[in-house]
């Protein structure tokens, strides 16, 4: 009862802080106007003064962004301002720590007018839904009705669904119309030099891999810190440890590692890489930046990562290795004859409106974002500023795509701004993209054949506040699971100790876990069954 009760309390102190705080722009006068028409309709009066407005937004790990000194004197933040007749304070939020300052705000109050959140920050997850009960946020339904129609025409219902909590929207979110978003990229060069060809199987996997050890390759594989786009292995054997990866076990409800034959399969092969020096040794520290600097010098083989970034990593790569070919492949195949990465559900990042806001303000922000799904937006974030960025004729665009390293950071910059669009693929660029056809190609025949999904659950498990060491994340293992994984690889615990580690996930909590997850699908109260769910 005492706990109920401060929890309560902890609500009410938090709303208040933020009642009082308010939008540090909140006396700037409205504009009621936005896009490229700032002019009022009636000649005699001056044009509308741009909307001020506070929007935080994490980095994404782009070097492009983070590099920036000031974000808000960016060529392309001025131009689209511009375009929009707006004035805007973007604050920037680091990727690593991106929740962590999200909740601060939360915390101390200090709530910009717009929150772009991350991907799973679904108005119903662990993450948001204290603050959309707490009225921090603001219903968008009656503001995208009339002042969003662009959106609400061009972002799919399913993606609207999973923004929607307790019958009203709370978000406008980037999307997905291809929800296997990761791929497996190989340096096929280097497969030429080892005279191998790309892994089918993964049986065939470590064979290839240690050929191009033979080379010199100094990462035949390699991914991050906390598993972190080491994916198509546990993807293989249909273990991701995801928090979108349950199945049904019997009359459970239960996460896809318990399956203890194909976890401890998946686990042989990490464990095989690192005794025989196919990935790096401190693999458990490998941070976004670290792995990031290995691909672009050349010192991997076979990575996993978004789909849409092959063209931009091949040059990037080929900044330090000219002769260097990037290419996707078909991710080796497990025992079912299946695999890939995770699939990802239909929202990515999504964008908050405070709740504080006036309504002039609130409509000017909702224009602004619809202005993101408009032919000439478009045209913008895809080309820049006609005569200088390109030229246009008889309807025709003419486009160089930089290869040089500051165009093309400055380039994705400008993609960045984009916070609405198909979050997966861009069907208008990819052909003036390097490998741009390739990519189009496929995202249309060979994405959409490949990836493992589960059953997920949003709102997320409640269970997992009482035991967050056991609670996984959208992409990375509990702290639980992944200590354990780590203790395996690096032999300070036997691989044939997995069924062991179930059974202590069950002891410390997982049973309720379980409990709670059987019951939400036996009720089919906040349920999502992925593509790949095991129901049966």
């Known amino acids: 009862m005492k706990k109920s009760i401060m929890s309560l309390v902890c609500i ?13 722009n909140e006396n700037t006068p409205p504009a009621t106007n936005t896009g490229n028409n700032s002019s009022s309709s009636n000649p005699s009066e001056a044009p509308a003064a741009p909307t001020k407005f506070s929007i935080a937004r994490g980095t994404l790990a782009l070097k492009a962004v983070e590099s920036v000194t000031d974000i808000n004197k960016d060529k392309w933040v001025l131009e689209l301002e511009k375009r929009t007749n707006t004035d805007m304070d973007i604050q920037l939020l680091p ?26 920050m679904t108005p119903a997850s662990k993450d948001m839904r204290g603050a959309v009960d707490a009225g921090i946020f603001m219903p968008l339904d009656d503001l995208l009705k009339s002042h969003g129609q662009n959106l609400l025409k061009v972002i799919p219902q399913a993606a609207w669904d999973e923004v929607t909590y307790n019958g009203k929207i709370y978000s406008i979110p980037q999307y997905l119309t291809v929800q296997s978003r990761r791929a497996t990229f190989v340096r096929s060069d280097l497969l030429e030099k080892a005279n191998v060809t790309a892994p089918k199987t993964i049986d065939e996997l470590l064979p290839v891999l240690r050929e191009l050890k033979k080379i010199g390759v100094e990462q035949p594989f390699a991914f991050r810190e906390n598993f972190k786009y080491a994916d198509f292995i546990l993807g293989a054997y ?40 196919l990935m790096a040794k401190d693999f458990a520290t490998i941070t976004g ?23 931009s990593y091949e040059t990037t790569l080929n900044n330090s290795v000219p002769d260097a070919k990037l290419e ?31 309504q002039a303000k609130a409509e000017a922000i909702v224009k602004y974002f619809d202005y993101m799904v408009t032919e000439e937006a478009a045209e913008f974030f895809n080309y820049g500023i006609e005569g200088e960025d390109y030229t246009k004729a008889d309807g025709k665009i003419n486009y160089e795509v930089p290869t040089e390293e500051a165009a093309r950071d400055s380039e994705i910059r400008r993609d960045w701004l ?65 200590d354990h994984m780590v203790k395996m690889i690096y032999g300070k615990e036997p691989i044939s100790d997995w069924p062991k580690v179930i059974e202590e996930w069950r002891k410390s909590g997982g049973n309720e876990i379980i409990k709670e997850a059987t019951a939400r699908y036996n009720n089919k109260q906040g349920i999502y069954i992925g593509p790949d769910a095991k129901v049966e």
């Open 418 to 482: 984009r916070v609405i669009k198909d979050g997966g693929f861009n069907s208008e660029k990819l052909p003036l993209e390097n490998r741009g056809p390739e990519m189009l190609t496929a995202f249309e025949t060979l994405l959409p054949n490949e990836g493992r999904g589960g059953i997920s659950f949003d709102p997320e498990l409640d269970s997992y506040t009482q035991f967050p060491d056991l609670a996984p994340k959208f992409d990375e293992p509990s702290k639980f699971i992944l």
């Open 328 to 358: 996707m492949i078909p991710s080796p195949v497990g025992p079912d004859g299946r695999g890939g990465q995770m699939l990802y559900q239909t929202t990515l990042e999504q964008a908050y409106l405070n709740a504080k806001l006036d």
């Open 95 to 120: 990727h690593k720590d991106f929740k962590q300052k999200v909740s601060l705000m939360f915390a101390g109050g200090e709530l910009p007018d717009v929150l772009v959140a991350y991907q799973s």
């Open 238 to 277: 249909d273990v991701l440890p995801y928090s979108t990866m349950y199945e049904k076990q019997g009359d459970e409800i239960v996460p896809k590692f318990f399956n203890s034959e194909n976890m401890m399969k998946a686990l042989e092969i990490y464990k095989t890489m690192y005794d025989e020096g």
């Open 12 to 24: 009410v102190l938090l709303t208040s802080m933020l009642a009082a705080c308010g939008s540090k």
């Open 289 to 311: 930046a670290m792995w990031t600097k290995s691909r672009e010098a050349g010192n991997v083989g076979f990575y996993n990562a978004n789909a849409n970034t092959w063209g």
